[in-house]
């Protein structure tokens, strides 16, 4: 089982925006709420998909830093590129999910 990084609030996209955790308020990893499925990013949704199977925050499954997918965000149109794909860029150093 390989060991992945969790993807935390704050953390950054592939598109330069950062991760908004909504979907959950009590799960921290160093200090910073733990991302959950549908988190979107800083520039306007871009919900994440959660790459974890079997772990959990607040009901909802973590988002891993695999890098993880995500719907387009607000800048999508017209801006394009990686706004229409604003993937996990960035994961904890220190605190993994193994599922």
Do not use: E, W
Not at 6 to 28: E, K, N, P
Not at 82 to 99: I, M, Y
């Amino acid at each position: 089982m390989a060991l992945k990084k969790i993807h935390r609030h704050g953390d950054s996209r592939l598109c330069g925006a950062t991760t908004t955790v909504t979907g959950q308020s009590t799960v921290y990893a160093n200090g910073k709420l733990v991302s959950v499925n549908g988190d979107p990013n800083t520039d306007g949704a871009g919900a994440l998909s959660a790459g974890s199977n079997n772990v959990y925050a607040g009901g909802k499954k973590v988002v891993n830093h695999t890098p993880d997918s995500a719907a387009p965000d607000d800048l999508c149109i017209p801006v394009g590129g990686a706004h229409c794909g604003p993937s996990t860029a960035q994961g904890s150093d220190n605190v993994f999910v193994g599922d």
